[in-house]
């Protein structure tokens, strides 16, 4: 069965530092991963995806992902931080049917 | 990105009554839509999955009895929690999508039910 390990709960950066979230991931065959973010009153929103092709895939407001087969990860990236992008972090796998499977979560702290 | 909104967005209620809440895609017609269930510092877990005009389809351990979803529209879900207990007390969050699994899920900001 699929599974989706993000194994810090809360991370803490300094605004404009750099910034990774660590994700990994099980399932047998290739899987769709995602990356979304949580604000306060805010629906989810979808960050990036990857569904095939090159493993480093661009998002939005900055933020990239590395997908890496070898080492069953797909962990987000940001080069500098702003204090808007604290926020709750979800990765998710999804199998190609209609299941996404989530993990628990990593809450973005930032220091001014 | 297409827009999903949620009605309520927070409802306390006694126990032993029930709580519907609606989902509804803004701008766009949703063929499939989907229940989550998230508690406090805890994953989304998927509930069920609705399409338009059919039955959802539950997850194991999610009583289909208690928690009635109806997907009359392309366009609105509804989730009716019946009965509702304290330890029903949980963020409910839905989204939407249009067609295919390869398809974006757009979600709603979710509902808030406190069970008194």
């Known amino acids: 069965a699929q599974s989706v390990t993000q194994p810090d709960i809360h991370i803490t950066v300094s605004e404009g530092a750099s910034l990774e979230l660590r994700c990994n991931y099980s399932?047998?065959?290739?899987?769709?991963l995602f990356w979304y973010v949580q604000s306060p009153g805010q629906g989810l929103q979808l960050l990036l995806k990857?569904?095939?092709?090159?493993?480093l895939v661009q998002g939005i407001k900055g933020f990239e992902a590395e997908f890496k087969r070898s080492q069953s990860s797909f962990n987000l990236r940001k080069p500098s931080v702003h204090w808007s992008d604290a926020a709750e972090y979800f990765c998710?796998?999804?199998?190609?049917?209609?299941?996404?499977?989530f993990g628990k979560g990593t809450r973005l702290h930032i220091l001014p | 990105g297409a827009v999903v909104s949620q009605h309520p967005s927070r409802v306390i209620c006694k126990s032993g009554t029930s709580v519907k809440i609606e989902c509804r895609s803004l701008?766009?017609?949703?063929?499939?839509m989907f229940w989550y269930r998230q508690f406090p510092k805890q994953s989304l877990m998927l509930m069920a999955t609705?399409?338009?005009?059919?039955?959802?389809?539950?997850e194991q351990g999610v009583e289909k009895d208690k928690f009635l979803i109806n997907h009359a529209s392309l366009t609105l879900s509804t989730l009716t929690v019946t009965s509702a207990h304290p330890e029903d007390s949980s963020f409910y969050i839905c989204?939407?999508?249009?067609?295919?699994?390869?398809?974006?899920?757009?979600f709603g900001p979710g509902t808030r039910l406190t069970v008194l």
């Open positions: 989204s939407a999508r249009y067609g295919g699994a390869n398809n974006e899920q757009f």
């Open positions: 399932y047998g065959a290739t899987p769709y």
């Open positions: 990857y569904f095939s092709g090159d493993t």
């Open positions: 998710a796998v999804g199998a190609g049917d209609d299941k996404i499977i």
């Open positions: 701008d766009f017609q949703a063929t499939t």
């Open positions: 609705s399409n338009e005009g059919s039955k959802a389809t539950y």
